[in-house]
Structures are given as structure tokens and as C-alpha cells.
């Protein structure tokens, strides 16, 4: 159990860490290495925990943190391909340590329960399709952020930048989608109707629909890079906000989605 709870996230932060100050020192082989290690003991980790719980490890915030750590390092060596320098490595390996840290100070509720609308075969599927979509569109908004420094510097940089996040925010936007339609499919089966208006499912639908206008700002007739950008930076927020923040308004005392009570 230690092993699973402390010494692998524990070494998982370690690599991070260790990314990050190789990074700063511009040994980029040694940060592509160090962030696949990551990766692996990560993996490695929820597997444990999955054996160990005896159901899958996505119940807690501080689960979908460990999931949402894994797939930061994953994306991060994919995406970095794509572009010049080692930074987008940086910042997955940097995030990656900051969600690891969190869970090592308040590793949450790690134990076998399992609630009764939990156990669907939706749960998994939705889950992992909504954790992937954060970290698609959390990484393109990175890219936004960016974009938006750089023309600040006086470099304008949105077109070319919207050509490389592009296809990863259709991922994500796709990822999205499915995890509204399991969710709804989920909630048909645990609570007899497939939508009640619940804070987490209003969350949920107007993330998607913040993202509609990026959409917008990227078609053909009405292809603005800047506008697109600033809507990715902005949608982030809203992504943050449906993530946790929903958890600390007032209207979540109330909300069928809280499970970590």
C-alpha cells in the first residue's frame, strides 16, 4: 500500500522535478528521458492502485490528479515534436510535480468504496475521456498564453500558433463531447434521466459551449487566429472552473456528483 500511496507518486515527483532543473540547464535528452520515466512510474502507480482499491482510481479529486499527472508527460512528448526548444516539456513536467505534491499533502480518499451510481460501466469511460479533454485543451491553452506573451513583445505569432493547437483542441473538443454524451448515458442509468440540470452537468455543458465559439473563430468564413486564441486562454478558466471549482460554490451542497462525502 505505501508503495502505491506515497513512494511512487513520491518518485514520480522526483523525475518531474528533475525534468524541470535538467531543462533549465538545456539537456534536452535528458528531459525526454526523464519525463518518459515519469510517465511509467505513473502508469505503474494507478495500475497498483487499481489492484489494490479493487475498483478503478477515479473517484477523488486527488484520483483524477494522478490521472490527469500521467497524462501531462504522455502529451508533453507527443506535442513537443511538434514544436522548436524543449519548454512544452517544461511546463507537463512542472504541472506534473504540482499535481503530485498536492496529492502527497492531501492524498484525499484512497480506500475501496464504491457507491452504488458509481458502479457503472460508464464510470471508467467517462472519467478518462473527461481527464484526456483537460489535458488537451489545459495544454493548448498553455499554447494560447503564449501566443498572447509573444504579441505583447510585439511578435505576432496567433496564426502560427492556432495551426499547431488546432488539432489537439478537435481532440479535445471530441473528448468533450463524449464525455457529456457518456455522462448523460450514466446518469439515465443511475438516476433514471439522462439530465437534471445538475451544478456539475451545467458546468459541464458550458464548457462545451465555450468551446463552440472557438469553433467558430476558426472556420473558414470566420477564421480570427487572435480571437480564437484569447478564447482558448479564457476557456481554460472555465475548464478549471467545471474541474473543482465547482465543488466550492454553494449550489454543489446540493449536487448528486459530489462523492468524496
Not at 528531459?31 to 520515466?37: A, C, D, H, K, P
Not at 483537460?134 to 504579441?151: P, V
Request: glycine fraction near 6%; proline fraction near 4%.
Amino acid at each position: 500500500m505505501l508503495v502505491a500511496f506515497k513512494i511512487l507518486p513520491a518518485l514520480g515527483f522526483f523525475l518531474s522535478l528533475s525534468a524541470v532543473l535538467f531543462g533549465l540547464f538545456k539537456k534536452d535528452k535528458i528531459v525526454v528521458i526523464l519525463s518518459v520515466l515519469t510517465a511509467i512510474v505513473l502508469a505503474v502507480d494507478l495500475g497498483l492502485l487499481w489492484v489494490l482499491l479493487e475498483r478503478p482510481p477515479m473517484r477523488t479529486l486527488g484520483e483524477t490528479r494522478l490521472w490527469y499527472a500521467f497524462f501531462l508527460p504522455v502529451l508533453g512528448l507527443i506535442v513537443n515534436r511538434k514544436v522548436e526548444g524543449i519548454w512544452i516539456l517544461l511546463y507537463t513536467s512542472f504541472m506534473t510535480g504540482l499535481f503530485l505534491v498536492l496529492n502527497l499533502v492531501s492524498p484525499e480518499n484512497f480506500d475501496k468504496t464504491l457507491m452504488p451510481a458509481l458502479q457503472s460501466v460508464w464510470f471508467v469511460p467517462h472519467v478518462i475521456v473527461y481527464i484526456l479533454s483537460y489535458a488537451l485543451l489545459g495544454m493548448s491553452s498553455l499554447f494560447s498564453f503564449w501566443a498572447m506573451y509573444k504579441n505583447f513583445r510585439g511578435e505576432d505569432t496567433y496564426a502560427k500558433t492556432l495551426k499547431i493547437v488546432h488539432p489537439y483542441v478537435l481532440m479535445g473538443i471530441v473528448l468533450l463531447t463524449l464525455g457529456l454524451l457518456f455522462g448523460a448515458l450514466w446518469a439515465k442509468e443511475a438516476w433514471g434521466h439522462y439530465w437534471t440540470w445538475d451544478p456539475k452537468e451545467t458546468w459541464a455543458f458550458i464548457t462545451w459551449l465555450s468551446y463552440l465559439n472557438y469553433l467558430h473563430a476558426t472556420t473558414k468564413k470566420h477564421h480570427r487566429p487572435k480571437t480564437a486564441i484569447i478564447f482558448l486562454a479564457v476557456n481554460f478558466i472555465v475548464i478549471m472552473l467545471c474541474w473543482f471549482g465547482v465543488n466550492y460554490m454553494p449550489s454543489a451542497q446540493t449536487s448528486v456528483h459530489t462523492y468524496t462525502n
